[in-house]
Nanobody, 123 residues
C-alpha cells in the first residue's frame, strides 16, 4: 500500500515559480514510477510529467522546458519544479504512483493517487 500527500500549491503571478512535493509512505515506493497529472475546471485530468524509479523523466509537450520532475530523500519524495508559469497552468495537481516498468501518460497505469493541491496562476 502506498499513500501520497501533495503540498506546495498556491497562488502565483504569471512568470513565477512553484515547487510541488509528493511525499509517500510505503516501503516499496522507491521502486514505483511516479507521475503528476492536473485537472483544470471543466476539463479532463491530463498528464504533466512522470519519473521512473531510476530517475528518467518524461514530460507533456505543454510543460517541457518549464517543469522539472525529480526524486529525492531516498526516493520517498517526488518534486515538480514549475517555472515560467502561465495562467493556463491553473489546475489541481495530483501525484500518482504505479508499478509499471516505464512511466505512462494515462491514468489507468497508476494505482495510487494523492488528494491534489491547487495551483492558481494569475495574469
Amino acid at each position: 500500500q502506498v499513500q501520497l500527500v501533495e503540498s506546495g500549491g498556491g497562488l502565483v503571478q504569471a512568470g513565477g515559480s512553484l515547487r510541488l512535493s509528493c511525499a509517500a509512505s510505503g516501503r516499496t515506493f522507491s521502486t514505483y514510477v511516479v507521475g503528476w497529472f492536473r485537472q483544470a475546471p471543466g476539463k479532463e485530468r491530463e498528464f504533466v510529467a512522470a519519473i521512473s524509479w531510476g530517475g528518467r523523466a518524461y514530460y507533456a509537450d505543454s510543460v517541457k522546458g518549464r517543469f522539472t520532475i525529480s526524486r529525492a530523500n531516498a526516493k520517498t519524495t517526488v518534486y515538480l519544479q514549475m517555472n515560467s508559469l502561465k495562467p493556463e497552468d491553473t489546475a489541481v495537481y495530483y501525484c500518482a504512483a504505479g508499478s509499471t516498468a516505464v512511466p505512462g501518460a494515462t491514468e489507468r497505469e497508476y494505482d495510487y493517487w494523492g488528494q491534489g493541491t491547487q495551483v492558481t496562476v494569475s495574469s
